[in-house]
């Protein structure tokens, strides 16, 4: 059965630091992995799709990569800012499931 | 162009009522895909339609949860005879196609339900 983590569950950065998101899933045999963000009361936006055949994918700040042999996956976001500020989530597709980790909150100290 | 739509955006409900939640997917969009978000939890997959079929049911929690869709557009999640542990924020997702691999999701903006 599919496991997915997100560590750190929570984190608080000061504005401007580089950062780092982990994802790590149990079954390798995936189809790709998205990474979202949550606001508060909002739905989840996409930030990035990776396919199961990339390694890794990038948005402006944002880069994420995939290492499906170890399970693991990084969202890394630079220069934050106080926008950034959400929760943020891995989530991976197979058979048309999409399991979801249960995310990380990122606070960012203005 | 116009993103996922749900409706209600928040529903209270008393344990024991029906209620149903409405999802506008993206136009031209065959996949559909509800989750819910309980309080403290992940995202939990109910189920997923290709045009109005549902290939893939097993998420549903259980059989007091339903869903249709009709006319390849709006799908609706139906809930009978809530209850306390049914209160989540209920996610709707469209995507161009289930195919392999997937495709990208694009999700609306919930419906929080509470049951009371």
């Known amino acids: 059965k599919q496991e997915v983590t997100q560590i750190p569950a929570a984190l608080s950065v000061p504005e401007g630091e580089n950062l780092v998101l982990n994802c790590s899933f149990t079954?390798?045999?995936?189809?790709?992995l998205q990474w979202f963000r949550q606001d508060p009361g909002k739905g989840l936006t996409s930030l990035l799709l990776?396919?199961?055949?990339?390694r890794e994918q990038t948005s402006g700040r944002l880069n994420a990569s995939l290492d499906k042999s170890s399970g693991r996956s990084t969202l890394y976001i630079a220069a934050s800012q106080p926008g950034d500020s959400a929760t943020y989530l891995c989530?991976?597709?197979?058979?048309?499931?999409?399991?979801f980790g249960k995310g990380t909150r990122l606070h960012i100290l203005p | 162009g116009a993103g996922v739509s749900q409706s209600p955006s928040n529903k209270v409900t008393e344990k024991g009522k029906d209620v149903e939640l409405r999802c506008d997917p993206i136009?031209?969009?065959?996949?559909l895909y509800w989750y819910r978000q309980s309080l403290g939890q992940g995202l939990e997959f109910l189920i997923y339609?290709?045009?109005?079929?549902?290939?893939?049911k097993s998420g549903l929690p259980s059989d007091r949860f339903s869903a249709e869709r009709t006319g390849g557009s709006v799908s609706t999640l139906t809930i009978q005879r809530t209850q306390q542990e049914d209160s989540a924020v209920y996610l709707c997702?469209?995507?161009?196609?289930?195919?392999?691999?997937?495709?990208?999701?694009?999700f609306g903006p919930g419906t929080r339900l509470t049951v009371t």
């Open positions: 339609f290709q045009g109005n079929s549902a290939p893939d």
């Open positions: 136009s031209g969009h065959t996949a």
């Open positions: 989530a991976v597709n197979r058979d048309d499931k999409i399991i």
């Open positions: 997702a469209s995507s161009l196609a289930v195919g392999l691999p997937p495709g990208e999701q694009y």
């Open positions: 079954d390798s045999a995936i189809y790709n």
């Open positions: 990776i396919q199961s055949s990339q």
